[in-house]
């Protein structure tokens, strides 16, 4: 079946680097565009950033811009998502997302905390 | 900026029928957005809905309708039951690459 795994979370400081990580399952990776979503805790979604089938493409949301950067590795079946100079206010889960024009599939979320 | 904006809450009962809107701080929703709509219950990651305004995604019954209604995205669920009890977030591409997020509608049955 279908199936996203993110992994890479944890505690960090403020101002340090972090990767987090999305395994790829049960659908041909390099199809298909994929998005990274974030949830603050107790606050809605919000999307983060999007790459599509080939990579040849990246977006990210102004409050990301210039800190993070989506990337994949079609051959491993996984998407990544790179997040420097990391802030309080990044602290969230963090979803991975299959598809481009709406997600279809998501994962279980990984937990990202910025605190000193 | 643009800014999707959906009610923060509504309440529902049993049996009753609810519509959900997902409109833009500035000008109207139409297909070219391709709004989409995701339940969510706390801890729990978002479960897909409708995409690309009323296509329902795989399993998901066919109480839940999708539509743009004026201006506005919509979400219409007919005969509520307990376990819709959930937050229901839009999402609209609005171009360049870039989509974002209404903040979401917290439905209460009862």
């Known amino acids: 079946q279908v199936q996203l795994v993110e992994s890479g979370g944890g505690v960090v400081q403020p101002g340090r680097s972090l990767r987090l990580s999305c395994a790829a399952s049960?659908?041909?990776?390099?199809?298909?565009?994929m998005h990274w979503v974030r949830q603050a805790p107790g606050k809605g979604l919000e999307w983060v950033a999007l790459?599509?089938?080939?990579?040849?493409?990246?977006y990210h949301s102004d409050s990301v811009k210039g800190r993070f950067t989506i990337s994949r590795d079609n051959s491993k079946n996984t998407l990544y998502l790179q997040m420097n100079s990391l802030r309080v206010e990044d602290t969230a889960v963090y979803y991975c997302?299959?598809?481009?024009?709406?997600?279809?599939?998501w994962g279980q979320g990984t937990l990202v905390t910025v605190s000193s | 900026q643009t800014v999707v904006t959906q009610e923060p809450s509504f309440s529902v009962s049993p049996g009753g029928t609810v519509t959900l809107t997902c409109g833009l701080s500035?000008?109207?929703?139409?297909?070219?957005?391709?709004p989409s709509w995701y339940q969510q219950t706390p801890g729990q990651a978002p479960r897909t809905l409708i995409y690309?305004?009323?296509t329902r995604s795989s399993g998901v019954p066919d109480r839940f309708s999708g539509s743009i209604l004026g201006n506005k995205a919509a979400l219409t669920i007919t005969g509520a039951q307990a376990d819709d009890e959930s937050n229901y977030y839009c999402?609209?591409?609005?171009?360049?690459?870039?989509?974002?997020f209404g903040g979401g509608t917290k439905l209460t049955v009862l």
């Open positions: 997302a299959k598809n481009y024009y709406y997600y279809d599939t």
């Open positions: 049960g659908f041909t990776f390099s199809n298909y565009g």
């Open positions: 790459i599509s089938y080939d990579g040849s493409n990246k």
């Open positions: 500035s000008g109207s929703v139409s297909t070219s957005y391709y």
């Open positions: 690309s305004t009323n």
């Open positions: 999402v609209l591409y609005i171009g360049s690459g870039i989509w974002v």
